[in-house]
């Protein structure tokens, strides 16, 4: 593996700090009392460096969403980390009936409610619905929907690396969250099965876990959802141009449960 491809991390985290350190470091010494909170932190630097990056991140994955999200997303959403939202772009309203954004960064909340409502979903026509939990707090999330089953399509971009209990959750809200038929459609950065790319993802998941609000390099997701047993078929796949020594490499899928 080339040196330049193993330490992309330090790179990566040099641009993160460049814009989230000093507006961090300001609300910090606008309360101090968030030295008590590192989870806190963790989020308002989170949402300084998706203001920055959210877009381009966005624009660069287009084309995988537009196959993966408006080609299959239907009836009741669920998008699981909604980030800043940007997953309403892609959805049809010809087959999506209502959006739900699941974020627990309530920092984001303002930005997902801006592209949902640019979009066509609004909390008002009872089109968007935005929850401030994480996916592991799988019956806060059914309670708020009204009971279990009530979720046509699981969406989750970039999220399912930073979930905690990750393999538990998945099955939580594949078992409870999913209706009969449903489907979980995702991309995700995962482990790779290289083993020197994994050894090096391995490595550098503490630093980038405690830096990006638990982000994690080195989970085998794509793995973990095609061994669940409930599923009628799935498909998975990767991205084309993708450099097998990319720390970030990814994996898409779209998984039906059985009826």
Same mark, same amino acid.
């Given at each position: %593996?080339k040196?330049?491809?193993?330490?992309?991390?330090?790179?990566?985290?040099?641009?993160?700090?460049?814009?989230?350190?000093?507006?961090?470091? @300001?609300?910090?010494?606008?309360?101090?009392?968030?030295?008590?909170?590192? @989870?806190?932190?963790?989020?308002?630097?989170?949402?300084?460096?998706?203001?920055? =990056? !959210?877009? *381009?991140?966005?624009?660069?994955? @287009?084309?995988?969403?537009?196959?993966?999200?408006?080609?299959?997303?239907? +009836?009741?959403?669920? #998008?699981v980390?909604?980030? =800043?939202?940007?997953?309403?772009? =892609?959805l #049809?309203?010809? &087959?999506?009936?209502?959006?739900?954004?699941?974020?627990?960064?309530?920092?984001?909340?303002?930005?997902?409610?801006?592209r949902?409502?640019?979009? !066509?979903?609004?909390? *008002?026509?009872?089109?968007?619905?935005?929850?401030? =939990?994480?996916?592991?707090?799988?019956?806060?999330?059914?309670?708020?929907?009204? *009971?279990?089953?009530?979720?046509?399509?699981?969406?989750?971009?970039?999220?399912?690396?930073?979930?905690?209990?990750? /393999?538990?959750?998945?099955? %939580?809200?594949? #078992?409870l969250?999913? &209706?009969?038929?449903?489907?979980?459609?995702?991309? $995700?950065h995962?482990?790779?099965?290289?083993?020197?790319? *994994?050894?090096?993802?391995?490595?550098?998941?503490?630093?980038? @876990?405690?830096?990006?609000d638990?982000?994690?390099?080195d989970r085998?997701?794509?793995?973990w959802? /095609?061994?669940?047993?409930?599923?009628?078929?799935? $498909?998975?796949?990767?991205?084309?141009?993708?450099?097998?020594?990319?720390?970030?490499?990814?994996?898409? +899928?779209?998984?039906? /449960?059985? +009826?």
């Open positions: %593996m040196l330049s491809a193993a330490l992309a991390v330090l790179v990566e985290l040099k641009g993160c700090l460049q814009f989230g350190f000093v507006p961090t470091l @300001r609300a910090i010494l606008r309360s101090p009392i968030l030295l008590l909170r590192p @989870r806190a932190i963790s989020r308002i630097f989170m949402n300084h460096v998706w203001s920055v =990056y !959210g877009d *381009g991140i966005d624009a660069n994955s @287009r084309y995988v969403k537009e196959g993966l999200v408006s080609a299959n997303a239907q +009836g009741v959403v669920l #998008d980390g909604a980030g =800043y939202g940007h997953t309403a772009r =892609y #049809d309203h010809a &087959k999506v009936t209502k959006y739900i954004a699941l974020e627990p960064n309530v920092l984001m909340h303002s930005e997902i409610r801006q949902a409502n640019a979009a !066509g979903w609004t909390e *008002g026509e009872g089109t968007l619905v935005i929850l401030p =939990y994480g996916a592991e707090d799988v019956a806060t999330i059914m309670s708020a929907l009204g *009971g279990p089953h009530s979720v046509d399509t699981i969406i989750s971009i970039l999220s399912l690396c930073s979930v905690p209990d990750p /393999k538990k959750t998945i099955c %939580m809200l594949v #078992d969250v999913l &209706k009969p038929g449903g489907q979980l459609l995702f991309y $995700e995962v482990l790779s099965p290289r083993v020197d790319v *994994g050894w090096w993802q391995q490595f550098w998941t503490p630093l980038w @876990r405690h830096a990006m638990g982000c994690c390099l085998p997701t794509h793995e959802i /095609k061994q669940m047993d409930v599923w009628s078929k799935g $498909e998975l796949w990767g991205l084309p141009d993708e450099s097998e020594e990319h720390l970030w490499w990814h994996r898409v +899928g779209k998984f039906v /449960k059985a +009826g």
